[in-house]
């Protein structure tokens, strides 16, 4: 049985966010988690990098969508059974030999990660979209003969494409997650993006974040 410990953050408009996290540092091998099932995929530099020509090649447009609650979607996989006590604040709801059984992935279990992007890869695939097999969070499909592309960074998804398509991506994932669309792209995992007014190159490519953040 695992403890759970809460998480608190200040909001900007000065309220709290509180979010539960599993003590995942006690969940034991093949019992609470198989060998497959937490190592979770992100999205390379490289095919960041390539995306953003494609963007610039095609005049098209990215957006950016951060999935709220991400971990909180996962299935669990391999048999798993967590159960977890009751959490702080909640004792006076329960009898005190009461635990409780997860039914989905919450945060700090080390499954969490994995089990959020194959429930992302379903979400793509509903959507008409293939992986590519070159990058596995990279999902693609064209779309009257245009390439409309997803990038997927943990819960941090990025759409690449032509500007009316790229709106439409963004609903559709809406439908399936409570998304916040984070407005225009100007840093994406570290790489800062600067627009520029030359027609002949709209944007800009800056590693300097990304090295700032690697040192």
Known sequence: ILDTTWAMKKKTNGTYRARINARGFKQVAGQHYGSASISSPVTNDTTIRIAFVLMIMMKGDGKLCDVKGAFLHGEFEDGAVIYIHVP??????YRKDEVLRLN???????????????ELLKAMQSMGYSRSAADPCLYYKWINGKLNIWLSWIDDCLNVGDPDHVKVAIKDLMKLFDCEELGKLNEYVGLSLIHISEPTRPLYISYAVFCLKKS
């Not at 702080?88 to 709801?93: D, N, P, R, S, V």
């Open 88 to 93: 702080a604040g909640f004792e006076k709801h």
């Open 104 to 118: 989905k992935t919450i945060y700090g279990l080390k499954q969490s990660a994995a089990a959020f992007w194959k």
